[in-house]
């Protein structure tokens, strides 16, 4: 634990001598240096070069970022994330963009946070407004805040009771329930319904579509110009190769996906990742969402010679944030 300690602190091997002062350890050098030295044969640490000090692999750093979670409270530590979601009421684009600008700012690491996938949608209300007499605009407002708005021209003139009565009908069918594509037609095809209702309702399914067809899961990225300043020269080929990933979305999310039922945070150290060329990259994350299901990843990237203690705070304080966030959306 000392030597990662050391080591992220001032990036220099770590030998005998610096411990034994530094940590104001009541033992000699040398017994420090054969202690070292049976580390280095475990493969927790490795020797560079001629220098007398060493420094923690990947197995060290994984051991080091192990005991830490184990020991986590059960509730995060106060991080100044200055985070102020009350103001935004249902914009969680802007929460998400907030949430990585505030985490990078923090840690001066990159910061990414996955938004809530599409099958996670709830429709929270549906608006059938008629505009002009032949001019109907369709409104669907989703759990996670999105707005999808289409305009429907109907060759006469539309009945007000009729557009008034539809958006009552499509609020009891689909408010407070997941979108999806078997419900939808269970919905507008009804064969309880009247003709008139149903051709009504055939005209208006195209805004519910769109809903459907919402490009894949979004993520918002902070931080990339800051966390520049964290890798040192030799480092710098895995950062740019962390650019190019986080170019191709689907690379991205696989990147920062975490358990899809677990509540911990989670650490991917260097040559866990499948690509190579991230073999000098850390990456620490935290799910967020409801009680029962979890929405989305808040995730801190940087050099494996990272602050892993503050950095597992900062995702941890964040994610609980989120989750208030879109639980007060998904109750509303």
């Not at 677990?262 to 009680?291: I, M, W």
């Not at 892993?308 to 900062?314: D, G, L, P, S």
Request: glycine residues 8%; charged residues 25%.
């Amino acid at each position: 634990m000392r030597v990662v300690e050391e080591y992220v602190a001032t990036g220099a091997p770590v030998g005998s001598k610096t411990l034994v002062e530094r940590a104001a350890m009541d033992v000699s050098s040398s017994t420090v240096r054969y202690e070292l030295a049976v580390l280095e044969e475990q493969g927790l640490l490795s020797h560079p070069h001629t220098s007398a000090g060493r420094v923690p692999t990947d197995l060290g750093y994984r051991l080091f970022v192990d005991k830490v979670i184990e020991e986590l409270e059960p509730r995060p530590s106060e991080v100044a994330l200055d985070l102020n979601f009350s103001e935004l009421r249902s914009e969680v684009e802007t929460a998400l963009q907030a949430t990585t600008d505030a985490l990078a700012e923090v840690t001066h690491l990159l910061a990414l946070v996955s938004a809530p996938p599409l099958e996670a949608t709830m429709v929270r209300r549906v608006e059938v407004l008629l505009l002009q007499p032949e001019l109907v605009m369709v409104v669907v407002i989703t759990a996670t805040g999105g707005v999808t708005k289409r305009l429907f021209t109907f060759a006469r003139a539309v009945d007000p009771g009729l557009a008034e009565w539809a958006g009552e009908y499509l609020n009891e069918r689909l408010g407070g329930r997941q979108l999806g594509g078997r419900m939808l037609r269970a919905c507008l095809e009804d064969p309880h319904l009247g003709a008139r209702e149903r051709d009504f309702l055939a005209e208006l399914r195209p805004a519910f579509s769109a809903v459907l067809e919402t490009p894949e899961q979004a993520f918002y990225v902070g931080g990339t110009a800051g966390a520049l300043g964290e890798f040192r020269p030799d480092e710098l080929a895995g950062y740019q190769r962390l650019l190019e990933v986080l170019e191709q979305r689907a690379m991205a999310l696989e990147l920062m996906r975490a358990s899809l039922v677990s509540k911990r945070p989670f650490v991917r150290v260097g040559s866990e990742f499948a690509d190579p060329q991230l073999a000098t990259v850390s990456l620490v994350g935290a799910p967020y969402g409801l009680q029962h299901r979890n929405l989305g990843t808040v995730s801190l990237i940087g050099p494996m010679r990272m602050d892993y203690v503050k950095a597992i705070e900062a995702v941890r304080a964040a994610a609980r944030e989120l989750s208030h966030f879109v639980e007060d959306l998904y109750e509303n």
